[in-house]
């Protein structure tokens, strides 16, 4: 059985009939040890594949696999009569599977547990860490274990049945609040009832909560005013009115009680009391047409989109040092809408340009794109497993599953353009210690 060709049909045999990857062969390297995989008649020779249901003789013919091994030759070489009712598997020579032996017409394959894969050689298995290279695995922290993995929830959730999804325990009803310019409206996140907070303003684009002092911020670009007022539509006052030309973008700090905001006509992101006094521009320049704002206070980071030339999504602290101006700038358009989901540590955005929903780690890496074809989003905001956002081409507020984007829903139509949207509930807010 010295010539006994062993390598599978992802491999190539070599000379010295050790086996390599196919996709070894012809990169300039020796992987062989002969050369062999190296060779110009090999690497300029097209390798010969079969399709999945057919059998590949020696010589690179193709056959049914339905008439292999039938005592009758039909490869030209005769090849797929060799071998034969030989049970490869029990072979301890031949047999090299971490794993599981299996034993096929005239060879064998490797195959592994549940939770491995097949690593390059065919026969080594590697753990699958589902954490990392399967999206959304777990509703909020994942942790890899051998051949398996744990979910995990935060603080305030608890793990249903199926050990995988987070829900919250208390039983406070979450609420959208969005603008459509000239209003504020809050709406169920199941989109069955309404309640209008405010009104007679013309254009409010950007808005945040003090959810444990139930007051909104929110900003009029047109007026050149950020306001407060409460949920209830109450006490509505003038927060900053100075240096306020066209707030695109709010966020607020409920921990260390600041405000941040961006500024698209100043081209700059400035920071102030809850109050508005104590004004501070944080950055202007190296920022061009700043849309979206969100602060983590939890690592002292806040977070902005540029749509500007070229755009970006630029990350500083909150104090206004380490700067990284362009924290992300590869396959962007329209970064319009940015939210931080503070439960799994990820970034989530829309790109009103590519039409796309996407989200990153803090860090900017790991993207995964979650929706396409999503016309013009503007704002966007997650709670639980759901992402809620604005779409200006529909004039409506929509949902979906945050990590598939499955069970995508209108929620609300609107008759104007429709602008922010938060979900507002106290989980969106947690106490903590702010590192800002």
């Known amino acids: 059985m010295s010539d006994y060709r ?10 010295n009939r050790r086996c390599v990857p196919r996709t070894w062969a012809c990169d300039g390297d020796d992987d062989c040890g002969d050369e062999s995989d190296e060779r110009e008649n090999f690497c ?9 249901n057919q059998f590949m003789c020696d010589n690179g013919q193709c056959i049914p696999y339905d008439v292999v091994c039938n005592k009758n030759p039909d490869c030209s070489d005769k090849s797929d009569e060799q071998h034969c009712n030989i049970n490869e598997c029990t072979n301890v020579r031949l047999n090299l599977c971490e794993h599981r032996c299996i034993d096929t017409v005239t060879s064998f394959r490797c195959e592994c547990n549940t939770g491995f894969k097949l690593v390059s050689d065919r026969r080594a298995c590697r753990d699958i860490d589902e954490c990392e290279e399967q999206a959304g695995v777990c509703s909020q922290q994942c942790q890899n274990t051998a051949g398996s993995f744990i979910c995990k929830c935060s603080p305030g959730y608890q793990k249903v049945a199926d050990g995988r999804t987070c ?14 310019r000239y209003y504020l409206r809050e709406i169920s ?23 444990a002092n139930d007051l909104i911020y929110f900003t009029d670009v047109k007026k050149h005013i950020i306001y407060s007022i409460f949920l209830n539509g109450t006490d509505q006052r003038v927060v900053a009115k100075q240096n306020v030309p066209s707030v695109e973008g709010i966020s607020v700090d409920w921990i260390a009680r600041k405000l941040y905001w961006v500024d698209g006509r100043r081209s700059a992101i400035s920071v102030a009391e809850m109050n508005g006094t104590s004004q501070l521009t944080l950055l202007s320049e190296g920022i061009r047409r700043p849309r979206a704002i969100a602060v983590h206070p939890f690592n002292g980071f806040l977070y902005w989109t540029d749509w500007g030339n070229p755009p970006n999504i630029g990350r500083m602290g909150m104090d206004g040092r380490n700067l990284s101006a362009s924290f992300i700038t590869e396959k962007l358009g329209w970064p319009n809408a940015l939210t931080i989901d503070f439960d799994t540590n990820r970034l ?7 039409d796309i929903i996407e989200y990153s780690d803090l860090e900017g890496k790991r993207r995964h794109i979650v929706m396409e074809g999503v016309p013009h989003p503007f704002s966007l905001s997650v709670f639980e497993d759901t992402m809620y956002w604005t779409d200006w081409n529909h004039l409506t507020i929509e949902s979906a599953n945050k990590w598939t984007g499955a069970e995508h829903r209108v929620l609300w139509n609107v008759t104007h353009r429709p602008m922010d949207v938060h979900v507002f509930h106290p989980l969106k807010q947690k106490p903590g210690r702010s590192r800002a």
């Not at 829900?167 to 459509?180: R, S």
């Not at 996140?189 to 959810?211: H, K, M, T, Y």
């Open 6 to 15: 062993i390598c599978s049909a992802d491999q190539i045999t070599c000379d």
């Open 44 to 52: 300029l020779t097209p390798q010969p594949t079969c399709p999945g």
């Open 167 to 180: 829900k919250k325990i208390d039983n406070i009803t979450p609420w959208l609040v969005f603008t459509n």
């Open 189 to 211: 996140i199941e989109g069955d009832s309404q309640r209008r907070i405010a009104q007679g303003f013309e254009n409010i684009v950007s808005l945040d909560f003090d959810i």
């Open 348 to 354: 989530w955005w829309a790109d009103a340009h590519l």
